[in-house]
């Protein structure tokens, strides 16, 4: 249950009792006041103290109920009430004495007092600054808007009154009341919090301050004409504002007052907050001006005034100051070191490196690499991957040491810069990195520590920048992948060839699509009992301007790494579906297969992609085989198994590629919707080696999709032997060398025209 569902059960009767007393109370002073009833000033005098003690009441009993963080701002409440409620008796004591309107020091102390408790309950608000500067700062700003108010309420309420009524200095220092409503009025703006939703109670107690200062206003000018008498209705002013304190005790304080927002970011203040403190300094320049004498003098009261703001304006505009450089100084951090890990970010490590090369010296960059990052980021969570980074930058710390500057440049990738007199070679500090992260004792059982891929590249006469150079580290890094990852390697001119020959051929491949430069070959899939063509299997070829027709393995893998795969699927499935629709009319029994990538599967177009395929031949959806590695499937969530199933609910049939190579086939079988299993070549290779194990293998496969219902392909049958083999086995269909290689449409079509002739 929520802390604001939960507190309306926390309020005692009592409070609800005393609040209630506390606007009778105010209610009966109000109509008293107004008919102008005998005895209005006893009745003004005993309404204030009444509703002011039950207000402090309310606020000790709302500091038991509310949560820690609040509950110094409710003491602090209740004490300025209980300050409030001595002031009034005070006063009501002195008055009945003969006083008059009893401005003492006594009574001006203890309203004071309540002033500063008051004030303290404020900056003490959970959504306000922390800060010992922050809370100065808002305070100051309270005091500006404060003094301002001077010279602006003394050309409103003493520029007629002649110099003797201005005699009496309680007439003139009067204005010091709306000047402290006004100053609390405004830290209370500041510490409700920009952009959290406004507390009720903090509203409620503002509305309570407003009528407070509406009414000293009016008092102040009242007095210094000579107009106020106790009892008159302005009286009712003060008990109504102590009403509204007690009120705001009977609500409960945001949801996320009780620590709930430590974590989240506070938002910027509004315009017009950061500039409220300075906006009545205008006026009061202005009020200065229009205060002048005839004589030629401004009033003391108004000098004074003036010099106070001023010299609060200066301070408050060096802590200002003195804020902007501790901001400056967090923002160079922010910019120049990785918040999490406390390492140079990639900015510093790039400018230390220019620097580095500047100097003439021996440079050289060891890029390090998290091997299954990834992994533990999806397994284990967000929090474990950071918390392995941290884990990570500190083991580099150790074995690097004082021979290079570490780096976290970005994600789990980490960087050394070797410089200058190197005590070491980058390869052996490689060695040194490769040993630190190797797992501790039990974690590897934990499964949260990766290996780590390292590439070095030294400057040379080759390189022209930085940049250059970070080039060729993360050429000699990805070898590292490549060679079998918790490596380490070093750039050479044979790794930096390959790899721009590589980055060209991705950029070539990026074009290939849309430049009409992809081709397609059909190998057929035969009735190994009477050597009819039962399918073709598509597979696409690249015609490369400069290198000639490259087969799949040169440039599906780099399609798979780029994402370039499933627009070459898309071209696949269509092209298929249009090449078997022309043989359709002799044989119309022959099915095309098409293979599907793993990133393909897992989009949720893929359905779409190949109904709008089928369509648009006008081939049955029956007619089309999509092929699936088994690694594929076995990596596919639930909803690419949902996927699968609508395609196989719309006649689409499902086979299982290089089946016999995955690590989960038997429990998956029960949930892929498959319709036929393709033998991997790997098995049928070695059987005509007389490889017993191969036979029984291929045996065991061939008995599994008959306990199935699926149909089974053998791939890769390339000799007599081993068609031999697969029939004795009971294989019902083969694909390979031995039945026909990879060939065009038109080549296929004279042996697709047995395949109808058969039937």
Request: aromatic share 6%; proline share 6%.
């Amino acid at each position: 249950m929520s802390l604001a569902a939960a507190a309306p059960a926390r309020h005692p009767l009592a409070g609800r009792v005393g609040l209630a007393a506390a606007a009778v109370a105010v209610l009966g002073e109000t109509a008293w006041l107004v008919a102008r009833l005998p005895g209005a000033a006893l009745v003004s005098d005993l309404g204030a103290m009444a509703v002011s003690s039950l207000a402090a009441v309310l606020c000790f009993g709302a500091a038991r109920r509310q949560p820690v963080a609040l509950r110094r701002f409710w003491e602090l409440m209740a004490a300025t009430m209980a300050l409030a409620a001595l002031g009034r008796t005070v006063w009501t004591v002195e008055r009945l004495g003969g006083l008059g309107l009893p401005h003492t020091p006594l009574v001006a102390g203890l309203f004071a007092a309540g002033i500063v408790t008051g004030t303290a309950a404020l900056l003490t608000f959970r959504a306000g600054p922390r800060s010992l500067i922050g809370r100065a700062r808002t305070l100051l700003d309270g005091v500006i808007v404060g003094l301002a108010l001077i010279p602006i309420g003394w050309v409103v309420v003493f520029q007629e009154i002649t110099e003797a009524g201005l005699a009496d200095p309680m007439r003139t220092f009067g204005l010091l009341y709306p000047m402290f409503d006004l100053m609390q009025l405004t830290i209370l703006v500041a510490v409700a919090g920009p952009g959290r939703p406004m507390w009720r109670a903090l509203t409620v107690i503002g509305a309570g301050l407003a009528i407070r200062a509406g009414a000293d206003a009016v008092y102040v000018s009242l007095v210094a004409h000579g107009n106020y008498t106790p009892g008159h209705p302005v009286d009712i002013c003060w008990p109504l504002s102590y009403l509204l304190v007690g009120l705001a005790t009977r609500y409960p304080p945001p949801v996320d007052e009780d620590g709930e927002d430590d974590v989240v970011e506070s938002p910027l203040p509004p315009w017009w907050r950061v500039a409220l403190p300075y906006l009545p300094v205008g006026g009061a320049i202005v009020a200065v001006m229009l205060s002048r004498r005839p004589s030629g003098q401004t009033p003391h009261v108004v000098f004074v005034g003036m010099m106070a703001l001023l010299g609060v304006l200066a301070l408050r505009q060096g802590l200002a100051a003195n804020e902007n450089l501790r901001l400056v100084g967090r923002l160079r951090r922010l910019a120049y070191s990785d918040q999490l890990t406390g390492l140079p970010n990639r900015l510093t490590f790039v400018r230390r490196l220019r620097r580095a090369l500047r100097g003439g010296g021996p440079v050289a960059v060891v890029l390090l690499d998290l091997d299954g990052f990834k992994q533990v980021n999806d397994r284990f969570g967000h929090a474990a991957g950071d918390r392995l980074l941290t884990t990570t930058a500190e083991r580099m710390r150790d074995a690097v040491g004082p021979d290079g500057m570490i780096a976290r440049l970005g994600g789990d990738e980490f960087a050394v810069l070797v410089a200058g007199e190197r005590p070491v070679p980058p390869e052996r500090l490689a060695i040194r990195l490769l040993a630190a992260l190797e797992p501790l004792p039990g974690e590897e059982d934990l499964g949260v520590h990766p290996s780590a891929s390292i590439g070095i590249a030294e400057y040379g006469p080759q390189h022209t920048s930085h940049t250059d150079l970070l080039r060729d580290a993360d050429i000699a890094m990805y070898a590292a992948k490549a060679a079998g990852k918790a490596a380490y390697r070093t750039c050479t001119p044979e790794l930096r060839e390959s790899a721009v020959s590589r980055a060209e051929l991705i950029a070539d491949l990026r074009r290939a699509v849309d430049e009409g430069q992809l081709l397609m070959e059909f190998q057929p899939i035969v009735d190994l009992d009477t050597g009819v063509v039962r399918s073709a299997e598509a597979l696409v070829r690249w015609r490369h301007p400069r290198l000639g027709v490259l087969t799949p393995a040169r440039f599906l893998p780099l399609a798979e790494e780029t994402g370039l795969i499933v627009a070459i699927d898309r071209w696949v499935i269509h092209e298929a579906c249009r090449a078997a629709a022309t043989w359709r009319a002799n044989a119309p029994e022959v099915t095309v297969a098409v293979n599907i990538a793993a990133a393909h599967l897992c989009r949720p177009d893929l359905i779409a992609t190949v109904t709008g395929a089928v369509a648009a031949a006008g081939l049955p959806p029956r007619a089309l085989t999509l092929e699936l590695t088994e690694s594929a499937l076995i990596e596919g969530s639930e909803s690419v198994l949902d996927r699968l199933s609508q395609l196989r609910d719309l006649g689409i049939r499902i086979a299982i590629d290089d089946f016999g190579t995955g690590y989960s086939s038997l429990s998956y079988l029960h949930r892929i919707p498959a319709t036929e299993l393709k033998i991997d070549r790997s098995f049928v290779s070695r059987l005509d080696a007389g490889d017993t194990r191969a036979y029984a293998t291929v045996e065991m496969v061939n008995r599994l999709a008959g306990a199935f219902d699926l149909a089974v392909v053998a791939e890769g049958v390339e000799t007599v032997a081993q068609h031999a083999a697969v029939t004795a086995i009971g294989c019902r269909q083969g694909q390979g060398w031995r039945y026909g290689r990879p060939t065009a449409l038109p080549d296929l079509l004279p042996a697709l025209s047995g395949a109808g002739a058969d039937r």
